[in-house]
């Protein structure tokens, strides 16, 4: 056995920059054991290869509570690797730790069996406190690449079904009632895998995690069908196993040597052209720093609850923020009357509202029946601001409710959070590709419809999927806060890291699809905002600022050899053919850049350039909606 210090690459793969990681993966230790590879990243065995090939991409153990919260799991070991020994031909580690913060709720053991073509993962959970899960065992997660491949289930009873890893985001499962999957994973130069996945101790079944922009398929225990949330009493064991059995075809394994640093990109024209969709943000729900965003900004989003004692105070807040832009207002409703009062204020304030969304409370949706009577609320008022349906909640949501949604005829709206079941900086990373998947398949179910895509948050601003009542302001003024400053969990460290430059700029990149008028990130000031607690402007503010400032410029997409290197350009006087590039460095290593038309660059891990091209770049001839 082999164990290195940090993951392995694996063709495609791109390692996030360091202050975009959890601890648990700044000390990931790739195992190679025979034709094996496994990356520890704390109790998570993440990046199986098999003869070169990713195979699968995480097999977990998760603990999810009554509110579909993930409880951390804690190892008892600093050094997991600690723990191996062999046994005859037989590599076996065993992890172990508990469930849950101070004490948890439980304690668990991992062990990885290797020997041959073989893998196995069994997982045993015995409850130390009582408490209600919603979810308890094992997952195994299937990169995205699979999407279009056939696999085969065998269900319980011995039968057999043939089925596709959905291309188009599936809404619902791809596949119920598992007990054994097999598949062929492909790369280009002609090696294949074939592999086969069996199940014990519970009925698993399969959903598309690219609905929340998790670069996954997800296998999980204990169908969705049986109720939830489930008591558990100290004492109840859960005892569950996964086997996984390899067989490599073709060619010779892919060399998983490091990718070259001296990369080359090329500024192309995107098949149809689109504009930058205009740039906004959100009103700050904490503290703020009282800094105004940056004038190039678009309409400043106010989410608002007028079921709560403040919601005055929010508006007001929202007004000052946006200096003198207009409001894009988003209303959480009971019934359309809630939105009489607001409604009034804003007419007798004379606030300007740009667009207006109304979401259901109970669904997070715009049910139909509520947008109509939303309208003849602004008719009487003689307000004229955009009517916006959609969702306040993912493009899960979306995706589900799209046949209720074609009785609306208006834009549409969804939020986008990458980390809805995972906070790990690979996530992050990886979940930018999966944003321009999920925004292209709302651009189909939109037809001819704008989108409007936000708020984009790091952590999710409210708990779309929650079992328990939210916490809600009881005061009418701002000092508890409001929205996601109420949420467990809606900061994250890394809204002010200076790698999120980089990231937001690759967002905007996957986003720019023809048909998406609007994106939003974060919020303006404080410790969700692009303006830090301190009043420093962060480095994701300024690459928006830069972003902002060419809103409608004819996006002209980069390409490169290279998945860390991100960006466009834009065509900012057509007459000219003057552009402006901005690019930036997603990866954790230095990277010298050379691109027709600017010089040469030198890109540090998480770095953003904006460069100005002396080439003239072709301009597509149309600007086009969301293809029908």
Request: charged share 20%.
């Given at each position: 056995m082999e164990i290195l210090s940090a993951s392995r690459d694996y063709p495609g793969m791109n390692r996030p920059p360091a202050d975009l990681?959890?601890?648990?993966?700044?000390?990931?230790?790739?195992?190679?054991?025979?034709?094996?590879?496994?990356?520890?990243?704390?109790?998570?065995?993440?990046?199986?290869?098999?003869?070169?090939?990713?195979?699968?991409?995480?097999?977990?153990?998760?603990?999810?509570?009554?509110?579909?919260?993930?409880?951390?799991?804690?190892?008892?070991?600093?050094?997991?690797?600690?723990?191996?020994?062999?046994?005859?031909?037989?590599?076996?580690?065993?992890?172990?730790?508990?469930?849950?913060?101070?004490?948890?709720?439980?304690?668990?053991?991992?062990?990885?069996?290797?020997?041959?073509?073989?893998?196995?993962?069994?997982?045993?959970?015995?409850?130390?406190?009582?408490?209600?899960?919603?979810?308890?065992?094992?997952?195994?997660?299937?990169?995205?690449?699979?999407?279009?491949?056939?696999?085969?289930?065998?269900?319980?009873?011995?039968?057999?079904?043939?089925?596709?890893?959905?291309?188009?985001?599936?809404?619902?499962?791809?596949?119920?009632?598992?007990?054994?999957?097999?598949?062929?994973?492909?790369?280009?130069?002609?090696?294949?895998?074939?592999?086969?996945?069996?199940?014990?101790?519970?009925?698993f079944e399969m959903e598309d995690q690219r609905n929340w922009t998790d670069a996954s398929f997800k296998i999980y225990s204990t169908p969705l069908s049986k109720p939830f949330p489930v008591e558990l009493a100290p004492g109840t064991v859960v005892d569950q196993a996964v086997e996984l059995r390899c067989a490599s075809t073709g060619c010779s394994a892919p060399d998983m040597t490091d990718t070259p640093t001296r990369v080359k990109g090329s500024f192309g024209d995107a098949d149809a052209t689109v504009r930058v969709p205009v740039v906004s943000t959100s009103v700050s729900s904490g503290a703020i720093t009282g800094q105004p965003i940056p004038p190039a900004f678009g309409p400043l989003v106010c989410e608002l609850d007028p079921g709560t004692a403040n919601w005055q105070a929010v508006l007001d807040r929202a007004v000052t923020e946006s200096g003198r832009r207009p409001l894009d207002l988003r209303l959480i409703l009971d019934s359309h009357a809630q939105a009489a009062s607001v409604l009034d204020r804003v007419r007798d304030a004379g606030i300007e509202l740009a667009r207006i969304g109304a979401f259901s409370r109970l669904t997070h949706l715009s049910e139909p029946e509520l947008l109509a009577d939303v309208q003849r609320l602004l008719d009487a008022r003689g307000i004229g601001a955009e009517l916006v349906g959609g969702t306040r909640a993912h493009f899960t949501e979306l995706n589900r409710n799209a046949d209720r949604l074609e009785r609306w005829g208006g834009s549409l709206a969804f939020s986008m959070t990458?980390?809805?079941?995972?906070?790990?900086?690979?996530?992050?990373?990886?979940?930018?590709?999966?944003?321009?998947?999920?925004?292209?398949?709302?651009?189909?179910?939109?037809?001819?419809?704008?989108?409007?895509?936000?708020?984009?948050?790091?952590?999710?601003?409210?708990?779309?999927?929650?079992?328990?009542?939210?916490?809600?302001?009881?005061?009418?003024?701002?000092?508890?806060?409001?929205?996601?400053?109420?949420?467990?969990?809606?900061?994250?460290?890394?809204?002010?890291?200076?790698?999120?430059?980089?990231?937001?700029?690759?967002?905007?990149?996957?986003?720019?699809?023809?048909?998406?008028?609007?994106?939003?990130?974060?919020?303006?000031?404080?410790?969700?905002?692009?303006?830090?607690g301190v009043g420093r402007v962060t480095a994701a503010g300024e690459v928006l600022g830069w972003i902002a400032e060419l809103s409608g410029g004819t996006v002209v997409p980069l390409t490169a050899d290279h998945p860390a290197l991100v960006g466009f350009a834009v065509l900012t006087d057509g007459a000219s053919g003057e552009s402006v590039g901005i690019v930036g460095n997603l990866g954790d290593t230095p990277l010298a850049v050379a691109i027709d038309g600017i010089d040469d660059l030198s890109l540090e891990p998480g770095a953003v350039r904006r460069v100005a091209i002396r080439v003239a770049l072709r301009k597509a001839a149309d600007v086009g909606v969301c293809p029908g």
């Open positions: 990681l959890l601890e648990r993966e700044a000390s990931a230790q790739t195992l190679v054991i025979g034709p094996w590879s496994v990356t520890l990243r704390g109790p998570e065995i993440d990046d199986i290869v098999y003869d070169g090939v990713l195979v699968v991409r995480s097999i977990r153990l998760v603990v999810r509570d009554q509110d579909w919260g993930t409880l951390l799991m804690h190892l008892d070991s600093s050094d997991p690797a600690a723990g191996f020994h062999t046994v005859g031909d037989r590599s076996e580690l065993t992890l172990s730790g508990r469930a849950g913060l101070d004490d948890g709720v439980g304690v668990w053991t991992l062990t990885i069996g290797i020997e041959g073509s073989t893998l196995r993962v069994r997982a045993r959970v015995e409850a130390t406190a009582r408490f209600r899960r919603n979810r308890l065992g094992l997952i195994v997660l299937h990169p995205p690449g699979l999407a279009g491949q056939p696999f085969t289930v065998e269900h319980p009873d011995g039968s057999a079904e043939h089925a596709v890893f959905p291309k188009r985001i599936s809404p619902h499962q791809p596949a119920r009632d598992i007990r054994g999957l097999s598949w062929r994973s492909d790369v280009q130069n002609g090696t294949a895998v074939d592999s086969v996945l069996r199940f014990s101790g519970d009925v990458p980390f809805m079941h995972d906070r790990g900086g690979h996530q992050l990373v990886e979940s930018i590709a999966m944003q321009r998947i999920v925004v292209e398949d709302a651009c189909a179910i939109a037809h001819d419809r704008s989108l409007h895509v936000g708020p984009i948050t790091l952590a999710a601003r409210f708990n779309a999927v929650a079992t328990s009542a939210p916490q809600v302001p009881t005061s009418d003024t701002l000092d508890d806060g409001f929205g996601a400053e109420l949420v467990a969990g809606a900061t994250d460290r890394r809204q002010s890291a200076s790698s999120l430059g980089a990231w937001v700029l690759a967002s905007v990149a996957a986003l720019a699809v023809a048909g998406v008028e609007s994106v939003s990130y974060f919020e303006t000031s404080g410790t969700r905002g692009l303006i830090d």
